[in-house]
């Protein structure tokens, strides 16, 4: 098991939504350069990379803070928010990302997402299954659909993706504890899956649950 921390960004700062609410915004860090290298200084190898700007406004922000903690780390990074564009994956691999999440696109125009996993490899490309109710949710968690995960995320197996992030967006932000039963649901479906289970991870007790 991979400890996996995340940073999510607006305005090139870290900050914390809860549930995915952009109204409940808090700044914990002005400097994401300076939290990425306590983590690495911790031992953490990957480092999970949130663009919140990109994700509302539909194409890639905040590169910039992407390359600096490229530049600055040694850190793995999975670099996902608003990635819709071959142009976009284009920045973000050429900024040092080592892996892309891509969530929206995969719900609203499969064949672009089937064509990076294509090209880039399922080695480079991570679905982000993000989802509240277990229905996915799209464009920052702003928008619901009628989409069930777990269905969903079979689908893309069959496509050849082997690496997943889901996040329940009920937990995030929350402390409350993972969704560990969704999560051994999705693992039974799909026995071969790098499952990133993402949300609500509080206590130590939570990593070896």
């Keep these: 098991m991979r400890i996996i921390p995340a940073i999510d ?3 090139g700062k870290c900050v914390r939504l809860s549930k995915g609410d952009y109204s409940t915004k808090k700044i914990y860090n002005e400097n994401p350069v ?8 911790a031992g953490i190898q990957y480092l999970h990379l949130v663009d919140l700007d990109g994700a509302k406004a ?19 990074i ?4 608003g990635l819709k564009t071959d142009e976009d994956l284009h920045i973000a691999f050429n900024s040092g990302a ?3 999440t891509g969530g929206s696109i995969a719900v609203k125009d499969p064949k672009t997402f089937e064509s990076w996993l294509s090209k880039y ?8 299954a993000d989802c509240n109710n277990e229905k996915i949710a799209v464009n920052g968690w702003q928008e619901k659909s009628d989409i069930d995960v777990i269905p969903f995320i079979s689908a893309y197996e069959n496509k050849g993706i082997k690496y997943v992030i889901c996040t329940d967006i009920s937990k995030d932000g929350m402390l409350e504890g993972p969704s560990f039963e969704l999560y051994k649901r ?9 499952l990133i289970a993402s949300g609500g991870v509080t206590t130590i007790n939570d990593l070896n649950a």
């Excluded at 539909?58 to 793995?76: A, C, D, F, G, P």
């Design 186 to 194: 999705i693992l039974n479906q799909s026995k071969d899956l790098k």
């Design 34 to 41: 300076e939290v990425a290298k306590e983590f690495e200084g």
């Design 78 to 81: 999975d670099f996902g928010g």
């Design 98 to 100: 080592k892996q892309i």
């Design 9 to 11: 960004i607006i305005d």
């Design 121 to 128: 490899g399922a080695v480079k490309i991570i679905l982000g």
């Design 58 to 76: 539909k194409h890639i922000v905040n590169y910039k803070v992407l390359e600096q903690i490229t530049s600055k780390t040694t850190l793995k």
